[in-house]
């Protein structure tokens, strides 16, 4: 099952292991966990947090059960959380699939080309959906880059492997 929530990315990956290092072992309800994950990082508010739960759920470094998260004791290296990242996390394989050879895009020209997968009922509950789309893009291709998936440039994004 792909995840959608994709909290912003920081400024390097040391950011998600403390993130994931304030998870509990032992499952506890999602309001703990959010508490623990503010009160003990950089993440500014619960929604945030609740993002990275589900976020770290789709990596590997979270499981989630019946509303209750735990910190899973593997630590993947940076090739195998990409390849989670983009098989797990919706949307990513599409976007990283609209960066061409060709040069740079933004995140406005690579939502463009992926804005028919967004669902509908995604659509029809925002009145500016492209814009909270758009967003939620570069948040992926910003995750991209940390993961080494993806490159930014002066003009854009571009794919690592082009």
Known sequence: MQRK???????SLDALWRVRDAVPLVPKPEDDCCRRVVDRTDVPD???ASSYLVFLSALG???EEG????RT???PDTDALAAAFRE??????ETLDALDAEGPRTSE????????RVPRWERAKRENWPAFWTERVERRLDW???FGLAAETEGGYVRADA
């Open 67 to 70: 509303g209750s998260y735990a």
């Open 46 to 48: 619960r929604g945030t």
């Open 88 to 93: 797990n996390v919706f949307l990513v394989a």
């Open 109 to 116: 020209d690579v939502f463009e080309a992926v804005r028919e």
């Open 5 to 11: 929530p994709v909290p912003p990315a920081p400024a």
């Open 61 to 63: 470094l979270a499981t």
């Open 144 to 146: 991209a880059v940390l």
């Open 73 to 75: 004791q593997s630590d």
